[in-house]
């Protein structure tokens, strides 16, 4: 990717996967659907089953050939989110609540300026947590054992 490329990505995403967005430019204009992946090295969505498009498979070792319907890649400039409330395409803003948490808000005409929540998706893992200790963790005994002790200053390495 060249340099002229690099200025034109974008650097703070406002949508994330699992949001529902509406399609306002090209052959599904109108239509809504669920961001399924983003690539953001492009600045391209993929929508669940829309823009959907022909692709000619050739046959090879362990699997077969043929012509497949795929969900080609849309620009994110031709998306917008749903608002939660009114259910129309809105413009998405950044706001701090009380207690600092960051959240996104809906923003433009014709927006409720609610609150537009996380996917839930995002809260699944994908690669669950290690539940038990590999070769290369510390043992708990030795992440419990007090090394330094600050009111007498025992524990710190002669230098």
């Known amino acids: 990717m060249g340099w002229k490329a690099a200025e034109k990505l974008i650097r703070h995403w406002k949508i994330i996967r699992g949001d529902n967005v509406m399609i ?32 000619h498979i050739k046959a090879g070792p362990g699997h077969e050939g043929g012509i497949f319907t795929v ?22 803003g950044i706001k701090y609540l009380e207690d ?39 043992p708990m005994e030795h992440v419990l054992e007090k090394t330094y002790d600050a009111k007498t200053g025992m524990g710190m390495p002669d230098l």
């Open 100 to 138: 600092g948490t960051k959240v996104r808000v809906s923003r433009g005409i014709g927006a409720s300026g609610s609150i537009i929540p996380r996917p839930e998706i995002l809260k699944i893992r994908t690669t669950p947590r290690p539940t038990q200790s590999g070769p290369k963790d510390t």
């Open 71 to 92: 969900e080609a890649p849309l620009h994110a400039s031709n998306v917008q989110i749903r608002d939660p409330v009114t259910g129309k395409p809105c413009k998405v």
């Open 24 to 55: 306002i430019r090209g052959k599904d204009k109108g239509e809504s659907g669920v961001i399924k992946r983003v690539i953001r090295s492009q600045n391209r969505v993929i929508v669940e089953c829309k823009n959907l498009v022909k692709k």
